[in-house]
């Protein structure tokens, strides 16, 4: 086992190993024995790996060299974003604009010009040296915001899209994701500590591997079962609707000033529900 980072665990299995652990998917019972027994399964064990993933820690899906995961143990979210233009609450196209452009900081500067950084970096040094000379000169010290940190003031542009995150899905064990599914803004994150079998996509795509087509019509069906964008916010839209009805149905029920006239008595008995304070004082009391 080796550990690429302190979040992230890599482990290569055996041919014994790998034999067992495809057993455990359906979707290797269309290999032969022969399969099996000789070289694919051997070549597998040389390319394919384990890797651990941390309780929300992202999956990664744009890899120079794609990977098909087989989740082995723990859960894995489906996580969307939805890109909302922030005045009218719809739904962003490309033709939208990402943002207004912020105004440079030394943070956000080019590396390649040194000039600019340093001349950045002596306006905030006489900014403050200013507002600190003035305070000597006078007989106590003075701080006058206004000349100190005046750029602090100054508030961030109000960015145009407003980002969602609507939670699709679990993949549990057994689940198989990677194949080339659609994920437009869309990526995985383990929910749980999660161990997954990485084998490379083009490895797996091979028509020694791929008899009937069957990772492909898997793909088929992950883009079929799981919504798409357009749904996820058509069923955002409608519960932040709903939610907003609920909330004034209840606040409009509270405020109505009316009045029936219905004092205790005209409840039954069956139906009547005392206070916790009522029955405390009431324990012990007989029937």
Known sequence: MSHGDSSQATMRLSYGQLRETLKRFAYFRHWTEDQVRRFPIRECSILARVVQYEPHQTIP?????PFTYLVLSGQCMILQCLQLVRESCRLATPDDPAGSPRPPTPDLLDPGAPDNQLEAVHHLHETFTAGAAHAAQSGYPQHDPDSAICFLKTPPPVEPLLHQFVDVG???????FGLGERHQHRTIVARTRTQCLLIPRCWLFLKAQNIANTWQRLRMYL??????RDELYRRFMRDRAWLAYRR?????????????????ADVPMMCRILAPSKLNGQKGAGC
């Open 223 to 228: 883009d079929g079962a799981v919504p798409d």
């Open 61 to 65: 899906l744009e890899l120079p060299l």
């Open 170 to 176: 679990t993949l549990r064990c057994g689940a198989v």
């Open 248 to 264: 004034w149905l209840a606040d409009e029920t509270v405020a109505r000033p009316v009045h029936t006239g219905t004092v205790l």
